[in-house]
């Protein structure tokens, strides 16, 4: 451990069981000295483990839907009333789409549905900004900070409209981020992760063969929870004091790649394998 969140205060959104990288970054930020208020909605802490994750970190939990403004005020009202004080970090760890839940292909979404899942998933990361800044809860060199996805740049099988909850998520940091930098010094960022087994990737159809996809096209392999956890550490901390507006890849390097050796070996197996006329043909083409 390295203390660099040492005296540091926060709040994190959205843990839920182990599996949850909220959850491994509430265990990181503990190890390296902050306290913290840990929220999620009331069902999610009920059908969840959280309250676990608060014991062993030694932190209160308060009930807060993200997507309500009153919720929010009243979740940075009781963190500077706990913690003594404006926060210095805050982790938005939020994404859900009942379209996804529902298996509804997204040129034949549900309409309600979709406005659901870009305010659970993107307008509420603009609120809690929002609510944070008018009640002055963050203080200057602070660091608040979004998980997101590639899908966000690029099209995914069957990411559905997360993808485009991903991207106004990002749009929002950058807009945002502007106008928080210029007038609190606070900066805002985001990450775009690896596919990770949390609960809610589960939930993503195709989920095992895109995380097999992209650990044999990164050359680093997939980032890990754990290890997504070690870089949001860093974003808080003091050493990236000038590091804002930006979405940052922690994916192994997939984001820079077109074909790797093991996806391209693996993709040739699958001709091997198959006797078919359309694999020969395909075949023929690329020679």
Known sequence: MYNLLKGKKGIIFGALNNKSIAWKVAERAHDEGAV??????????????VEELAVKCNSKLIPADATSVADIENLFTQSMEILGGKVDFVLHSIGMSPNVRKKLPYDNLDYDYYQKTMDISAISFHKV????????????????LALSYIAAQRTLFEYNDMADAKAALESIARSFGYIYGREKKVRVNTISQSPTLTTAGSGVKGIDGLMDFT???????NGTADECADFCITLFSDLTRKVTMQNLYHDGGFSSMGMSQQAMLQYNKSFDECDCDIADKIRGVIK
Do not use: Y
């Open 36 to 49: 913290f208020v840990l929220t999620n909605t009331p069902v999610s802490i009920r059908l969840g483990e």
């Open 129 to 144: 900004m929002q609510v944070a800044k008018k009640m002055d809860a963050i203080n200057e060199w602070g660091s608040v």
């Open 215 to 221: 650990e044999r096209m990164s050359p680093l392999g």
